[in-house]
């Protein structure tokens, strides 16, 4: 069976070769690795532009300030000395070509103070995350989203990415909703158990399967 293409298949190649941007595919790879890099000097170049947003899950869009408030308010380094973000998958988007795509997972340990509290000496392992950065012409970042969890299954943060995953698995999660694992409503818990319930009768009674289908037949004529 290897070797088959499904239906709808893109051919990323030459949707990319369409492109009227004027930074090559393997230059914006390499603008976002250098982005990155920079956030370790000691005083990092801007490479924001004036009109940059942040986009994650449940927080923002924030504009450029606000985006770097957010960031120191946190204390992230100090309370994750050597969390490691684990890089990886670095590509650009086919439907948008000033677009690049990567994913992280973070893994490592609280040993330092964060938001005014103790270390806890507890180990994090986040679930694969989809991060973006986008640039404009001059080859400044006009956009950047985070914490777009791919597996919530995985890891030991309840499904949550971004800071939020790593506050919670140290114990230290926020009290709202958005901040902790994710956990469906009154309403729409009570008719997934009741969709489970009428599956397992159907499974269970074929009979009953059958002279309700023979119904819902003879309504239809």
Same mark, same amino acid.
């Given at each position: 069976?290897?070797?088959?293409?499904?239906?709808?298949?893109?051919?990323?190649?030459?949707?990319?070769?369409?492109?009227?941007?004027?930074?090559?595919?393997?230059?914006?790879?390499?603008?976002?690795?250098?982005?990155?890099?920079?956030?370790?000097?000691?005083?990092?170049?801007?490479?924001?532009?004036?009109?940059?947003?942040?986009?994650?899950?449940?927080?923002?869009?924030? +504009?450029?300030?606000?985006?770097?408030?957010? *960031?120191?308010?946190?204390?992230?380094?100090?309370? #994750? %000395? $050597?969390?490691?973000?684990?890089?990886?998958?670095?590509?650009?988007?086919?439907?948008?070509?000033?677009?690049?795509?990567?994913?992280?997972?973070?893994?490592?340990?609280?040993?330092?103070?964060?938001?005014?509290?103790?270390?806890?000496?507890?180990?994090?392992?986040?679930?694969?995350?989809?991060?973006?950065?986008?640039?404009?012409?001059?080859?400044?970042?006009?956009?950047?989203?985070?914490?777009?969890?791919?597996?919530?299954?995985?890891?030991?943060?309840? +499904?949550?990415?971004?800071?939020?995953?790593? *506050?919670?698995?140290?114990?230290?999660?926020?009290? #709202? %909703? $958005?901040?902790?694992?994710?956990?469906?409503?009154?309403?729409?818990?009570?008719?997934?158990?009741?969709?489970?319930?009428?599956?397992?009768?159907?499974?269970?009674?074929?009979?009953?399967?059958?002279?309700?289908?023979?119904?819902?037949?003879?309504?239809?004529?």
């Amino acid at each position: 069976m290897i070797g088959r293409v499904p239906p709808g298949m893109l051919d990323e190649e030459k949707a990319l070769q369409k492109s009227t941007f004027p930074i090559p595919p393997d230059d914006l790879i390499g603008l976002t690795k250098a982005w990155i890099a920079s956030a370790a000097d000691e005083e990092p170049a801007d490479w924001l532009a004036d009109d940059f947003r942040f986009v994650a899950p449940v927080v923002g869009p924030f +504009g450029k300030d606000e985006f770097t408030d957010s *960031l120191k308010s946190f204390e992230l380094k100090k309370g #994750f %000395p $050597e969390l490691l973000s684990n890089y990886h998958h670095f590509r650009v988007d086919p439907f948008e070509p000033n677009r690049v795509w990567f994913s992280i997972k973070y893994t490592g340990t609280n040993t330092g103070q964060i938001m005014g509290r103790p270390a806890t000496g507890k180990y994090v392992e986040s679930p694969v995350q989809a991060h973006s950065v986008t640039f404009n012409e001059r080859g400044e970042i006009s956009k950047l989203t985070i914490g777009y969890v791919l597996d919530k299954e995985t890891g030991n943060t309840g +499904g949550l990415g971004g800071v939020f995953g790593l *506050l919670y698995a140290i114990g230290y999660g926020l009290p #709202f %909703p $958005e901040a902790q694992p994710y956990k469906p409503s009154p309403l729409y818990g009570t008719l997934m158990q009741g969709n489970k319930a009428i599956q397992s009768f159907f499974k269970s009674n074929s009979d009953a399967k059958k002279a309700i289908q023979g119904f819902l037949t003879s309504i239809g004529k």
